[in-house]
Structure formats: C-alpha cells, structure tokens
Nanobody, 125 residues
Framework: QVQLVESGGGSVQAGGSLRLSCRAS????????MGWFRQAPGNEREGVSY????????LYADSVKGRFTISRDNAKNTLYLQMNSLKPEDTAVYYC??????????????????WGQGTQVTVSS
C-alpha cells in the first residue's frame, strides 16, 4: 500500500524558512519522480517543484524559483522541500505526490497517482 506522509509545516514570519519532509512507503521510491504541490483556500492545487527519480533533474514553478530547493534521499525513502525567504503568498497546504510514471507535464496534478495528506504552511507578514 502506497503511503506518503508529509511533515515539517508550521507558522513562520515572512523571510523565514521551513523544511518539509515526505516519507514514502509501499513502492520502489527510487524508481519514481516526485513532486510538491500546494493549495491555498479558494485556489486550485498548483505545482511547486518536481524531482526526477535519481535527483538529477529538479524543476520549479516561477513563483518559487531561487527560494525553494527540492531534494530526495533514496536510501531513506524521503523527499524534502527547503523553503527560504518565505512570503505570505506561500501560505497553503503543501502536498507531496508520486509521479504516475508516464507522460504529462510535471505541473499537472493528473501526472501523479498518489498524494500525501498535506501539511499546512502559514507565512505571516
């Protein structure tokens, strides 16, 4: 059974940092790309970042480029998102997701088949 469990969310002031983690189980983690998405109240879920199975390829939404860093530890079956220089507009529930393994753009939620339960990130001004 595939499970994705996020942690590390919280409340921080603008300019601060947080590190999200996503512990994966129930599948061959090292064989799949992984993504981070976020959803703010009233908004659609949006892609934040993607990392390939080996970690060699990392992609970012323009809104977080230069501030967020995605990484993974395949020995620990864990995905990370280091978030620096946080802004109030980064406030959202953050989700990790497993790449479906076939086609599609990394920004599309349809390209992922399993999701974590989400972790809240709140950035105050």
């Amino acid at each position: 059974q595939v499970q994705l469990v996020e942690s590390g969310g919280g409340s921080v002031q603008a300019g601060g940092s947080l590190r999200l983690s996503c512990r994966a189980s129930g599948f061959t983690y090292s064989g799949y790309g992984m993504g981070w998405f976020r959803q703010a109240p009233g908004n659609e879920r949006e892609g934040v970042s993607y990392i390939s199975s080996s970690g060699e390829i990392a992609l970012y939404a323009d809104s977080v480029k230069g501030r967020f860093t995605i990484s993974r530890d395949n020995a620990k079956n864990t995905l990370y998102l280091q978030m620096n220089s946080l802004k109030p507009e980064d406030t959202a529930v953050y989700y990790c997701a497993k790449w479906r393994g076939a086609g599609g753009t990394w920004l599309s939620a349809n390209a992922y088949d399993y999701w974590g339960q989400g972790t809240q990130v709140t950035v105050s001004s």
